[in-house]
């Protein structure tokens, strides 16, 4: 595994270099420290570690199409015929939760990840952002559906 590479910036700060694509999972942690590097946690660390889960669980719902039916508010039934997944292999590389700035009471999981598609070309590095909103109480969260983010 190559640690990932650190370059100075302005004002004593430090910049990590992303791994190069096709790292494989040897690429996954210098991504994960990259993103919660460069979004500080705004959240309660049980809330982001619960909505990061969800939010796992969703795109992996959304690429492959198995487990749809677990989130109705991201999936609403639609009388249109389902289009075969996009996706049949899939791991998320890193995952964060923070608050929505957009909006109160949201908060958004940004996710990187990889994935075979159809064709069997698997590619990393792809990027999802994923938007929750409290459903009851503090702790509770829903999936929007894309067109409500």
């Given at each position: 595994?190559?640690?990932?590479?650190?370059?100075?910036?302005?004002?004593?700060?430090?910049?990590?270099?992303?791994?190069?694509?096709?790292?494989?999972?040897?690429?996954?942690?210098?991504?994960?420290?990259?993103?919660?590097?460069?979004?500080?946690?705004?959240?309660?660390?049980?809330?982001?570690?619960?909505?990061?889960?969800?939010?796992?669980?969703?795109?992996?719902?959304?690429?492959?199409?198995?487990?749809?039916?677990?989130?109705?508010?991201?999936?609403?039934?639609?009388?249109?015929?389902?289009?075969?997944?996009?996706?049949?292999?899939?791991?998320?590389?890193?995952?964060?939760?923070?608050?929505?700035?957009?909006?109160?009471?949201?908060?958004?999981?940004h996710l990187v990840w990889a994935g075979a598609d159809r064709g069997g070309t698997y590619t990393d590095g792809r990027l999802a952002d994923?938007?929750?909103?409290?459903?009851?109480?503090?702790?509770?969260?829903?999936?929007?559906?894309?067109?409500?983010?």
């Amino acid at each position: 595994m190559l640690p990932a590479r650190t370059a100075p910036t302005t004002k004593g700060a430090r910049a990590v270099e992303l791994p190069p694509r096709g790292e494989g999972r040897a690429g996954d942690r210098p991504i994960q420290e990259l993103l919660e590097h460069s979004w500080p946690a705004d959240l309660p660390k049980r809330q982001a570690s619960d909505l990061v889960a969800v939010g796992r669980a969703v795109l992996i719902a959304d690429v492959t199409g198995v487990g749809r039916d677990r989130f109705p508010t991201a999936f609403p039934t639609r009388d249109e015929p389902l289009i075969a997944p996009a996706f049949s292999r899939v791991r998320i590389q890193a995952a964060i939760a923070r608050k929505d700035t957009t909006a109160k009471g949201q908060a958004v999981v940004h996710l990187v990840w990889a994935g075979a598609d159809r064709g069997g070309t698997y590619t990393d590095g792809r990027l999802a952002d994923l938007t929750f909103r409290h459903s009851q109480g503090d702790t509770a969260w829903e999936p929007l559906p894309p067109t409500s983010r």
